[in-house]
C-alpha cells in the first residue's frame, strides 16, 4: 500500500494505518504502519510517498504471540535451520494445491508464485527474491468458478513488462487476465479461446521465450493425444503463429508435466518434462525449428511420480528463470534453486513434509 500525502515529519515513522475508523468510540482494524521517507521503500526518493505492508496473518499471529508472551523457538520459524524458506501452510494444506504458475507479476525483477487451490481460491506468493516469499496475497477467495481452471500459466502477453496469467477451463475456453499483480482477478479477462471440444484436449500448457522476442510470450501445449505445439508472439486475443514441434504419437501422451526455463543459459528457454515413470528430461534450445536437444536428469523412478504440480522461476534474484518448484503428491514443496540443464540444483524444502 502507499500514500501519497506531505506533513509527514520525523516521529510519523511507525504510525497505524486504519481501516473502517470509528470516530465515535475510536476502534478500527489496523492493516499498516508507516515506512517513512528514506525507509519507506521508495526508490524514487520522492518524499511526498509512504509505503505500508499490508497486515494479514503473520502480523495477527506475531500479535497473538506477543500477547501470550510466547518466545520465538515455541512456533515454527521463517527459516528451517538449514536456512530453507518456509511458505505458510502445512503439508496437508498443499495438497490442495492444484496449479501453480511463476512469473514477475509486480514489476520487482524477479518472480512470483500463484496457486490455485482445489476449492478454487487464487493466491499469490511474493518472491523476495532471495529465494524466499512474502506473506501471501488472496486474489480470490474460494470460489466455484474457479475450481474449473484445468492448466495454468505466466508470461508477458499484454506487452506492459508485467506478467500476466493464461487459463485454460474445464469447456475448453482459454482466457487471459493481464497484469494480475496490479489488477488482480476480479474481472472477466480476455477470451482467447471460446469453449470448444478441441482445446478440453490442451493437457499441459507452458509459457517461455523460444523465439526471437526477448519476453514471454510463447506456448508450448501438450494435447492428449501426444501431439507437441508451439504458440509464438502470442498477445491478448491472438496465439500468434502456430507450430508443430510433434505430431501425434504415443509416447508424448505419457509427459504428464511440463515447465519451461532458463537452465541451460541459453537466449533461448529450455522445456523441462516429467513423465508418467518418474523419468525427468530438459530439451535444451526448443525453438520454432523443433524440439530442443534432450538432456536425462533423472532416471525412471518411483519418487518423482509423485511430483503433483511444477512451476519454474526466477526466485533467487540471479536474473534467470531457473529455480524448479515442485509440490509433491502428499503436499511436501520444494525448490530446486539454480537449476541446470542436466542438474537439480541445490534443494530447498518450502513445506515440510507431515511427520
Known amino acids: 500500500m502507499r500514500?501519497?500525502?506531505?506533513?509527514?515529519?520525523?516521529?510519523?515513522?511507525?504510525?497505524?494505518?486504519?481501516?473502517?475508523?470509528?470516530?465515535?468510540?475510536?476502534?478500527?482494524?489496523?492493516?499498516?504502519?508507516?515506512?517513512?521517507?528514506?525507509?519507506g521503500g521508495n526508490d524514487a526518493n520522492d518524499a511526498w510517498v509512504t509505503y505500508s505492508p499490508i497486515y494479514g496473518k503473520?502480523?495477527?499471529?506475531?500479535?497473538?504471540?506477543?500477547?501470550?508472551h510466547r518466545k520465538v523457538d515455541d512456533n515454527k520459524p521463517p527459516y528451517q535451520p538449514?536456512?530453507?524458506?518456509?511458505?505458510?501452510?502445512?503439508?496437508?494444506?498443499?495438497?490442495?494445491?492444484?496449479?501453480?504458475?511463476?512469473?514477475?507479476?509486480?514489476?520487482?525483477?524477479?518472480?512470483?508464485?500463484?496457486?490455485?487451490?482445489?476449492?478454487?481460491?487464487?493466491?499469490?506468493?511474493?518472491?523476495?527474491?532471495h529465494g524466499g516469499y512474502d506473506p501471501e496475497r488472496q486474489l480470490l477467495p474460494k470460489n466455484s468458478?474457479?475450481?474449473?481452471?484445468?492448466?495454468?500459466?505466466?508470461?508477458?502477453?499484454?506487452?506492459?513488462?508485467?506478467?500476466?496469467?493464461?487459463?485454460?477451463?474445464?469447456d475448453g475456453e482459454v482466457t487471459l487476465y493481464g497484469d494480475v499483480g496490479s489488477k488482480g482477478l476480479d474481472w472477466a479477462g480476455t477470451q482467447m479461446i471460446k469453449?470448444?471440444?478441441?482445446?478440453?484436449?490442451?493437457?499441459?500448457?507452458?509459457?517461455?521465450?523460444?523465439?526471437?522476442?526477448?519476453?514471454?510470450?510463447d506456448l508450448i501445449v501438450r494435447w492428449v493425444d501426444g501431439e507437441l505445439t508451439l504458440y509464438t508472439s502470442v498477445s491478448a486475443g491472438t496465439f500468434g503463429q502456430e507450430h508443430q514441434l510433434k505430431p501425434k504419437n504415443d509416447t508424448w501422451r505419457n509427459a504428464t508435466l511440463l515447465t519451461a526455463g532458463e537452465f541451460s543459459g541459453n537466449q533461448k528457454w529450455d522445456l523441462m518434462v516429467r513423465w508418467t515413470d518418474g523419468e525427468l528430461d530438459n530439451y535444451v534450445g526448443t525453438t520454432t525449428s523443433g524440439l530442443g536437444g534432450e538432456h536425462r536428469i533423472l532416471d525412471p523412478n518411483g519418487l518423482w511420480k509423485h511430483d503433483a504440480a511444477m512451476t519454474t522461476g526466477d526466485f533467487t534474484g540471479n536474473g534467470r528463470t531457473d529455480d524448479l518448484v515442485i509440490r509433491w503428491s502428499d503436499g511436501e514443496t520444494t525448490m530446486y534453486a539454480d537449476t541446470l540443464a542436466n542438474?537439480?540444483?541445490?534443494?530447498?524444502?518450502?513445506?515440510a513434509a507431515t511427520s
Open 82 to 129: 538449514s536456512g530453507d524458506p518456509w511458505l505458510p501452510g502445512a503439508a496437508t494444506t498443499w495438497q490442495h494445491a492444484n496449479l501453480m504458475a511463476s512469473g514477475d507479476f509486480r514489476q520487482t525483477g524477479h518472480s512470483d508464485m500463484i496457486v490455485v487451490w482445489s476449492d478454487g481460491e487464487v493466491t499469490l506468493y511474493p518472491g523476495n527474491g
Open 145 to 170: 468458478t474457479w475450481k474449473n481452471a484445468k492448466t495454468i500459466t505466466a508470461g508477458d502477453f499484454t506487452g506492459s513488462n508485467q506478467f500476466d496469467l493464461l487459463v485454460r477451463w474445464v
Open 3 to 39: 500514500m501519497t500525502c506531505t506533513g509527514f515529519y520525523g516521529g510519523v515513522s511507525g504510525g497505524p494505518w486504519i481501516e473502517d475508523y470509528n470516530s465515535t468510540n475510536g476502534t478500527g482494524k489496523v492493516i499498516g504502519n508507516t515506512g517513512g521517507y528514506h525507509g
Open 195 to 217: 469453449p470448444n471440444d478441441l482445446w478440453k484436449n490442451a493437457t499441459q500448457i507452458a509459457a517461455g521465450r523460444f523465439a526471437a522476442s526477448k519476453y514471454v510470450t
Open 58 to 68: 503473520d502480523a495477527q499471529d506475531l500479535f497473538a504471540d506477543a500477547a501470550a
Open 343 to 351: 542438474q537439480l540444483g541445490t534443494e530447498h524444502m518450502l513445506v
